[in-house]
């Protein structure tokens, strides 16, 4: 049996399978924002106790790219915690990134984790820069995409068409 315009139920089945495999999601990580400065924020010191309350966590997590105006959806969640060594105040900040693009780890922040010493504000501190992208404010609860869901119905459903239907 064909369709409209000669076109059969397999090459529908393919389209399927190629729109599910094509769909990506569009969706911004969900994070916590906050900074606290010599304790003056203790909700956002570590150990970090979330208790349900949504006060720090920002949903979907915006944040600014090297080289463009505006916000964008971030892609990781970040947490920096150390410890200024001219003072020895402590600062912990909690926030969310992009990837800008460029071609060089040592300019993207979310790329790679780093514990030592480090500029911040043109200040030098100890401590730990931690991204983290793997779930909505990084608490190893996986949360389904709408996106995800669509693009497995769609694969699943070409592939059943393309397995019932008659050459």
Not at 71 to 79: E, G, M
Not at 94 to 119: K, P, V
Request: net charge neutral; with cysteine.
């Amino acid at each position: 049996m064909t369709i409209s315009a000669g076109i059969g139920w397999r090459t529908i089945g393919a389209l399927l399978i190629v729109l599910g495999m094509m769909a990506r999601g569009g969706g911004a990580i969900d994070c916590f924002k906050c900074v606290s400065i010599g304790g003056d924020n203790e909700s956002c010191d570590d150990p970090f106790h979330n208790n349900g309350s949504l006060e720090f966590l920002q949903s979907p997590c915006l944040g600014g790219r090297k080289g463009r105006d505006g916000l964008f959806p971030a892609t990781a969640c970040i947490k920096l915690a150390g410890r200024y060594v001219d003072t020895g105040t402590t600062l912990t900040v909690r926030t969310c990134a992009l990837d800008s693009g460029t071609l060089t780890t040592d300019s993207e922040l979310i790329r790679m984790s780093h514990c030592g010493g480090f500029y911040f504000e043109n200040r030098y501190l100890r401590g730990c820069v931690q991204s983290c992208s793997d779930a909505d404010a990084c608490n190893f609860a996986s949360t389904s995409k709408p996106t995800t869901s669509l693009s497995l119905l769609l694969v699943i459903v070409g592939t059943l068409q393309l397995v019932s239907s008659p050459l």
